[in-house]
């Protein structure tokens, strides 16, 4: 048994910085403690890093380090364009005491926009319409999504397509590292005849529940379900955030193993979707510049399309004939 420090208190200012004269530090000299790093919020102080001594007396939020002194982080918010109102340096909007900016990244599903009792949508300051949005940051989350947003249909479709590209470990275990890791992932149908990508740069995933991809399987017309094209752009996202720091839900070996395969294959979201199908028991293109959107009636699990696959692959030949042609 050690005897050792009994109490740290800190009081801060809004923005983070130490109130001295009501803040209290445990005396670790020769007890064989270790100083408390976690500071401001949490976060990791990153000081006394150089050989004097000295340090930048930053905090470390994960995606950004933050200057509690001068209350700006160090580089831009990677979701600036998303308020280009406010400046992409300031911390909470200069407002501390009203929000909190944990600089985190999961899945943020949007689903429409606030509105007022008569029916007027709430605008910012510049009068962009103000978005509806549940958090999926773990497992209790995923379970009271569709609670949480009223029953949002959109919102159930991506809760439906998650449970289902999970079961029996088809995604490889990605999805749940992104749930649980700091880092938020903006999700949007984009609507129309749009169907899915995702923006690194923005972190930004579009999915359209509505859309599969119709491709030739022999000589059978087959359509892939939404959801499975949503574990293609999930899987942009898994390579893209952990490429370089460690998943905390995998062995290092097998981290490096799926991302090494993910970019040797030449497409990284197309090795998650025919890893998927494969244990899934269903059929997937052979190769990932094989098949063309197309729209399904039964939901983002469904393979049922609103049109003839046929047709629609017959389509796509006379245009990839017409492509050649003009390029010769």
Not at 128 to 141: Q, R
Not at 173 to 190: A, K, L, R
Not at 232 to 252: L, M, Q
Not at 261 to 270: L, M, N, P, Q, V
Request: charged share 30%.
């Amino acid at each position: 048994h050690k005897r050792g420090p009994v109490e740290e208190k800190t009081n801060y200012y809004a923005f983070g910085m130490d109130i001295p004269g009501l803040s209290s530090h445990a005396n670790t000299g020769g007890t064989g403690y270790s100083d408390n790093r976690y500071k401001y919020n949490g976060k990791e102080l990153q000081n006394n890093e150089f050989n004097d001594g000295s340090g930048l007396d930053w905090a470390d939020y994960g995606a950004r380090m933050y200057d509690p002194e001068i209350a700006r982080w160090m580089v831009i918010d990677p979701l600036s364009e998303q308020i280009p109102e406010y400046n992409p340096y300031n911390y909470c909007i200069d407002e501390p005491t009203k929000f909190i900016d944990p600089d985190g990244r999961w899945f943020r599903v949007n689903y429409g926009y606030q509105t007022y009792d008569d029916g007027s949508f709430k605008t910012d300051k510049s009068g962009n319409k103000i978005a509806k949005f549940v958090d999926i940051k773990n497992a209790d989350d995923l379970a009271s999504a569709i609670e949480n947003s009223g029953g949002n249909s959109y919102v159930k479709s991506f809760v439906d397509a998650l449970n289902y590209i999970t079961n029996n470990g088809a995604d490889m275990g990605i999805v749940s590292s992104i749930i649980g890791d700091d880092q938020q992932i903006n999700v949007s149908n984009p609507g129309g005849d749009q169907a899915w990508s995702y923006d690194n740069k923005k972190s930004q995933l579009d999915w359209n529940p509505d859309k599969g991809l119709a491709f030739q399987k022999g000589d059978e017309a087959k359509v892939s379900s939404p959801a499975l094209l949503l574990l293609h752009e999930i899987g942009h996202a898994y390579v893209d955030i952990f490429s370089d720091k460690r998943d905390p839900n995998k062995t290092e070996d097998e981290q490096n193993r799926i991302i090494n395969e993910a970019k040797e294959s030449g497409e990284t979201g197309f090795y998650f979707e025919k890893n998927a199908a494969s244990k899934l028991g269903i059929d997937v293109r052979n190769k990932y510049t094989d098949g063309t959107r197309i729209g399904v009636t039964n939901g983002p699990l469904g393979t049922s399309p609103s049109t003839d696959p046929k047709q629609v692959l017959k389509n796509l030949d006379k245009w990839k004939e017409k492509k050649v042609k003009r390029n010769n």
